[in-house]
Structures are given as structure tokens and as C-alpha cells.
């Protein structure tokens, strides 16, 4: 039989497992909101979070004498625990929550009171020893150490995200140059363009990504702006006289990370814009990865009736009726998690918009959209890289004649011979089948050995 204790709060007694160093609000959290399967502690860098900021809270609380150094010292112990890995399991909120955040905040601070009783000696749910509201949340308010919890959390996250979207246009770059010689014909609206290299459409793929990178580390930058010591609308009500600088300082720390107070914290409380641009930034990141995914599906169609530029590598069976069929599913996947993160901004989006005077309460759909959106590009672009590029083959042959059988080709005559003429040999290169190189010939527009110089594909591939 589970064991219990009694705790209480405004609405009553209630009913909390012995063991757990959760309390009475979390509790209730979990008996209110069973919405999703998204849990607090899905998302490890939530957790440490938070706890990176009642540990900053704590020492500014103990500097100013709002709480006794001793109970400070042993909230900060606990603190670092959490921040070290110990006690995730404690954190079971579900991430679909009313109240603007307050389960979570509770749940951070049950857990860390309860764990401060025991370094201090006492059993969990004393809480005459240690409370947490008034020492864990001293000084506080679920109005400003949600969002910063947030904002720090995020913040992190895009630096492992970026981590693994360099990994991927590393290996996007190291097949631009495996494919550097693989001449073949660019294509714009689905149509033959003129020559160019499998390497050089590779390497634009890497390009891409790390522009992407820059953009996500540029808006993941716009989180360092905090409205610690606002608490519960930004006039610092409960906060003592310099409470807000020194935590925000301490935050800075203890993190590594340039946190900087906002300077109008009423401003700052319902301000929900900072999560709204970083998650245009994931929307715009999504945007290039589906193209890429596109592309990808695109230059290996066939085997016989498609394109079939390149080869993916063979991940399944395709078909349960069509025997031989292998599709490319790993592009297909992380084409629809960039749908899946598109939608998720959307959410944000709303989200924002929905804030009315000095709060926005629905910062917890957005805490949870980019949150599940880092987690699955993470998993996305580990698997487009893993399963997907480093396999992937030219077929060399395929691409070269493509290149000598394409009109396009006679773009590169129009400084020789003139677009009018140009045009007239693509005409009749398409009415007869035949190939730009004779019918210029034919024509008597070029000699052949001036013919071949221009034609020679790798001459109208423009280095750098």
C-alpha cells in the first residue's frame, strides 16, 4: 500500500504520496490536467531551468535578508541537484495547463523546498522550516520566474539544435564535394535551365543551413531580456529595493548567459514577442529543410521514370503491393515534422495575440509549441543526416547525359550567336528531336571546334 501525507492549501486538504518531493498545488495539477502525453519532464532543460532560477532568487533573497542564509544555502543546494539531473521524476505536470503557468512554478518549488527540508533535516512537508511559496518563491511571482525559466530553457535548447543543424550541413557540404565533378542540368519551375554541378546544388543545401543556424542563434538571442522582480505585473510588489538587478545578475552567473532586466517591467510581464520571433525563426528554418526534403524526393524519383539524379539509401520495403518499390521516407518524415513545427507557430502565434492586460496566460501552449518543435528538428535532423545524406549516391551517367541531350544547353550560345538565333535552335531542336550541337552546325552558326568550347559543360560552370 502507497503511504501519504496531508497537505493543505486555499482549497483544502489533500491527499500527496510520502515519498514524492512534490506537494499539495502539484498535486492538483495532476489530478486537473490530464490533456496531453507532454510532461515538465520531457523537456530536462525546462527543469534545469527553472531551477537555475530559484537558485538565483535564493541568493538574492538570503543577500537581502528576505529569508535566513541558512535555508538560502540549502535551496541553493537543492537547486543544484536538480540542475545536475537528480529528481526529474518529480516534475509530472502536464505541459497543457490554465493558470498562466502556476503548476509548473509550484511544482518547481514543492520540489525544492521539500529536498532544502531534508538537507536541513527535516522531514518533507514541514514546511514551518521551509516553504514554497514564501522562501522558494520569495520575491517572486509565476509572472516573471515562468518566462524566465522559459526564455533560459529555449535559450539552451537552440544551442544543442544548432549543434546537431551543423552536423547536417557538414555532411551536406562533404557530399557538395564528393559530387564537385558531377556535371548535370539545373532546373528552374520544373524545367531544364542551364548546366551546373551535383556539388554545387549540395553545397547550397549546407549554405542554407547555416544561414538557418545564424537566424536561430540571432532570435534565441532576443530571450536574454528577463523581467525577474516584476512579479505579478512588473510594479516589483513583494520585492524588496534592488532584488530585481541582483537576481538578474546572479541569473547571469550562474547560467554564463548575458541576462539583462528589461527596463519597463510592466512592459515586459504580458510581453510574449520574444518567444513569437524565435518561433519564426523554427517556422523559417521549417520552410528550408521541407524544400531541401523536396528536392531530395525530387532528384531521386524513379528509378526508370523519374529523374534519378541521385540515389537515396534503401530504408524499406515501399510497397505492400508493388514488389521492388522503395520510397524515400526519411525525407517524407522530416518533411512532415517541418509541417508539424509550422503548425506549432501558428499556436504561438495565437497564443501571443491572446494576452490581455498585464498577462499573457497562455504562455504555456507556447512554452510547450517550441519546445516540442526543437525536440523533433533535433530527432529530424539527426535521422535526415544519419539515414539519408551520407548514404547518398550520384549516378554519374545519368546527370551527364541529361546535360547533352538537354535544349538548355543553347542558353550558353546567346553571347555567341544571338538570342534570336538561340531561340530558333531551341524551337526546332524541340519540333525535330534533334540536338542543339548539330543544328548549329547545320545552320553554319558556329565552327565545330568553336562549337565544342562552348559546349564543353565544365566551361559553363562559373567558379568562384
Given at each position: 500500500m502507497k503511504e501519504f501525507r496531508t497537505e493543505s492549501d486555499l482549497l483544502g486538504e489533500l491527499q500527496v504520496p510520502k515519498e514524492a518531493y512534490y506537494g499539495v498545488q502539484t498535486q492538483r495539477a495532476l489530478?486537473?490536467?490530464?490533456?496531453?502525453?507532454?510532461?515538465?519532464?520531457?523537456?530536462?532543460?525546462?527543469?534545469?531551468?527553472?531551477?537555475?532560477?530559484?537558485?538565483?532568487?535564493?541568493?538574492?533573497?538570503?543577500?537581502?535578508?528576505?529569508?535566513?542564509?541558512?535555508?538560502?544555502?540549502?535551496?541553493?543546494?537543492?537547486?543544484?541537484?536538480?540542475?545536475?539531473?537528480?529528481?526529474?521524476?518529480?516534475?509530472?505536470?502536464?505541459?497543457?495547463?490554465?493558470?498562466?503557468?502556476?503548476?509548473?512554478?509550484?511544482?518547481?518549488?514543492?520540489?525544492?523546498?521539500?529536498?532544502?527540508?531534508?538537507?536541513?533535516?527535516?522531514?518533507?512537508?514541514?514546511?514551518?522550516?521551509?516553504?514554497?511559496?514564501?522562501?522558494?518563491?520569495?520575491?517572486?511571482?509565476?509572472?516573471?520566474?515562468?518566462?524566465?525559466?522559459?526564455?533560459?530553457?529555449?535559450?539552451?535548447?537552440?544551442?544543442?539544435?544548432?549543434?546537431?543543424?551543423?552536423?547536417?550541413?557538414?555532411?551536406?557540404?562533404?557530399?557538395?564535394?564528393?559530387?564537385?565533378?558531377?556535371?548535370?542540368?539545373?532546373?528552374?519551375?520544373?524545367?531544364?535551365?542551364?548546366?551546373?554541378?551535383?556539388?554545387?546544388?549540395?553545397?547550397?543545401?549546407?549554405?542554407?543551413?547555416?544561414?538557418?543556424?545564424?537566424?536561430?542563434?540571432?532570435?534565441?538571442?532576443?530571450?536574454?531580456?528577463?523581467?525577474?522582480?516584476?512579479?505579478?505585473?512588473?510594479?516589483?510588489?513583494?520585492?524588496?529595493?534592488?532584488?530585481a538587478k541582483l537576481c538578474t545578475e546572479n541569473l547571469a552567473k550562474a547560467t554564463g548567459e548575458a541576462f539583462v532586466l528589461s527596463h519597463d517591467l510592466v512592459e515586459a510581464t504580458p510581453d510574449t514577442s520574444a518567444y513569437v520571433f524565435y518561433s519564426s525563426a523554427l517556422k523559417k528554418f521549417a520552410v528550408k529543410l521541407s524544400k531541401i526534403c523536396n528536392d531530395l524526393r525530387l532528384l531521386a524519383s524513379g528509378p526508370r521514370a523519374g529523374l534519378s539524379e541521385i540515389n537515396l539509401p534503401p530504408m524499406q520495403p515501399g510497397s505492400s503491393i508493388m514488389p521492388g518499390k522503395v520510397n524515400p521516407v526519411i525525407p517524407e518524415v522530416v518533411n512532415q515534422v517541418c509541417f508539424k513545427v509550422i503548425g506549432n507557430d501558428l499556436t504561438v502565434t495565437f497564443a501571443a495575440e491572446a494576452g490581455q492586460l498585464e498577462l499573457n496566460v497562455m504562455e504555456p501552449v507556447i512554452c510547450q509549441a517550441i519546445m516540442e518543435s526543437i525536440v523533433l528538428f533535433q530527432n529530424a535532423v539527426d535521422t535526415l543526416k544519419d539515414k539519408c545524406v551520407v548514404g547518398i549516391t550520384a549516378n554519374r551517367e545519368v546527370c551527364l547525359n541529361m546535360v547533352k541531350n538537354s535544349i538548355g544547353i543553347v542558353t550558353a550560345l546567346n553571347p555567341h550567336i544571338g538570342y534570336k538565333n538561340s531561340t530558333k535552335i531551341a524551337k526546332e531542336a524541340l519540333q525535330t528531336g534533334k540536338a542543339v550541337y548539330d543544328l548549329v552546325l547545320d545552320h553554319g552558326l558556329l565552327s565545330k571546334e568553336k562549337l565544342d568550347e562552348i559546349l564543353d559543360p565544365k566551361n559553363m560552370i562559373v567558379a568562384k
Open positions: 489530478e486537473n490536467f490530464h490533456i496531453s502525453t507532454s510532461k515538465m519532464n520531457d523537456y530536462p532543460e525546462f527543469i534545469r531551468a527553472f531551477a537555475f532560477v530559484k537558485l538565483a532568487a535564493a541568493q538574492a533573497n538570503a543577500a537581502l535578508g528576505v529569508i535566513p542564509k541558512e535555508i538560502g544555502a540549502a535551496i541553493e543546494k537543492a537547486a543544484h541537484e536538480i540542475i545536475d539531473g537528480k529528481f526529474h521524476d518529480q516534475f509530472p505536470v502536464d505541459m497543457f495547463q490554465g493558470g498562466a503557468g502556476t503548476s509548473v512554478n509550484m511544482n518547481t518549488n514543492e520540489v525544492i523546498a521539500n529536498r532544502a527540508l531534508e538537507i536541513l533535516g527535516f522531514e518533507k512537508g514541514d514546511y514551518v522550516h521551509c516553504y514554497p511559496n514564501d522562501h522558494v518563491n520569495g520575491s517572486q511571482s509565476t509572472n516573471d520566474s515562468y518566462p524566465t525559466a522559459i526564455k533560459l530553457a529555449v535559450f539552451n535548447m537552440n544551442k544543442i539544435l544548432v549543434k546537431h543543424v551543423q552536423a547536417l550541413a557538414d555532411a551536406f557540404r562533404a557530399k557538395g564535394k564528393e559530387f564537385a565533378d558531377v556535371i548535370k542540368m539545373g532546373r528552374t519551375q520544373l524545367q531544364d535551365a542551364v548546366p551546373m554541378t551535383l556539388g554545387q546544388e549540395f553545397e547550397s543545401y549546407a549554405v542554407s543551413m547555416e544561414a538557418e543556424i545564424a537566424t536561430l542563434n540571432k532570435t534565441a538571442n532576443s530571450l536574454l531580456e528577463i523581467n525577474m522582480g516584476g512579479t505579478a505585473i512588473g510594479t516589483g510588489l513583494n520585492a524588496p529595493h534592488g532584488y
